[in-house]
């Protein structure tokens, strides 16, 4: 089951199905997959209402405005030499 309190506190209603066990998710068409994978994304219309997107949206703008680089670690990649981490500049 996902967890659904994130949503809650930023107001949002998570779209059916979500976290439910009585209503699983529905399953995404081959051609949707297909798409997905062409494409790198998938447009699902309906999903959610849009008073959930505006509230997602405004909690997003929320969460960026709240951010502060200069007090986050920097976390780096590299598939040359296999290594991940965070490291604090």
Do not use: K, W
Not at 62 to 80: G, H, N, Q, R
């Amino acid at each position: 089951m996902a967890d659904t309190s994130r949503a809650a506190e930023a107001g949002v209603t998570p779209p059916a199905g979500l976290g439910d066990a009585a209503a699983p998710p529905a399953a995404l068409t081959a051609e949707q997959l297909a798409q997905f994978h062409r494409d790198g994304y998938l447009v699902i219309e309906g999903f959610c209402s849009a008073a959930d997107c505006a509230a997602m949206r405004a909690r997003a703008g929320e969460i960026l405005a709240a951010f502060d680089p200069a007090t986050e670690p920097v976390y780096t990649f590299s598939t040359v030499n296999q290594v991940c981490g965070a490291q604090q500049l």
